[in-house]
């Protein structure tokens, strides 16, 4: 959401496995391949329809899914079919430097953007990830994965330091974990007007899009 617009300002998919105790992280997310994946997207883009017009559709690469040698190439067959439509993908693991510069240099050839996610956690640490800044568009700092692992204290700092790493590399900078309204305050301290959590709403299955957004 673009809090300062009061409008949608993207969507990203999340891949997820039906079983026994209902919707679920799939424990490898290689169990479906990435053509499998991009025909999902492409089903997904296909219901949102108008919602898309203005907005991204982002989804999720890890290390292993982008070190696969079809990855690259299926999508940009993606990209064939959905001309109209604007992809975004994020990078949840760091990758190397020169695989960084080759995804970036092959989206923004095809009006693709690239996304850190999930930045000052995991592998995509400052130290991991610094080098890859400069060809990236947008950075997501996820709040819930600090709240996870009992850091949740160092949120503010961290996101001091990543909305300042944004400003420095002109780079668009996403919220992710907005929950309730001192969530809300949180980002407005610090400038961050792009938010993305349960706040706004729940994940929503394809076929059931019809979204309900709080402010």
Known sequence: MDVHDRQVYGYETLLRKYGPDGWRVPTNFLELSIAE???LLEQTAQELGPKLAHQFLAFNLNQ???????????????????????????????????????????????????????VGTGSNTYA???????????????????????????????????????????LTMILEGIEDPQDQALAAKYQVTIHQGYFYSQPVAPKALALNFNY
Not at 73 to 78: A, E, F, R, S, V
């Open 128 to 170: 991991n990830i610094k080098a890859f800044l400069p060809y990236a568009d947008k950075i997501k700092f996820a709040m819930q994965n600090l709240r996870m692992t009992g850091d949740a204290d160092k949120i503010p700092e961290q996101l001091a330091f990543w909305t300042q790493q944004a400003e420095k590399n002109q």
């Open 37 to 39: 994946q991009a025909t």
């Open 64 to 118: 292993a899914q982008f070190d696969l040698p079809d990855t690259l190439p299926t999508i940009l067959k993606l990209k064939q079919r959905l001309k109209s439509v604007n992809l975004a993908i994020e990078f949840t693991e760091a990758p190397t430097l020169a695989q960084m510069k080759h995804y970036s240099e092959v989206l923004h050839a095809h009006d693709m953007m690239l996304d850190l996610d999930d």
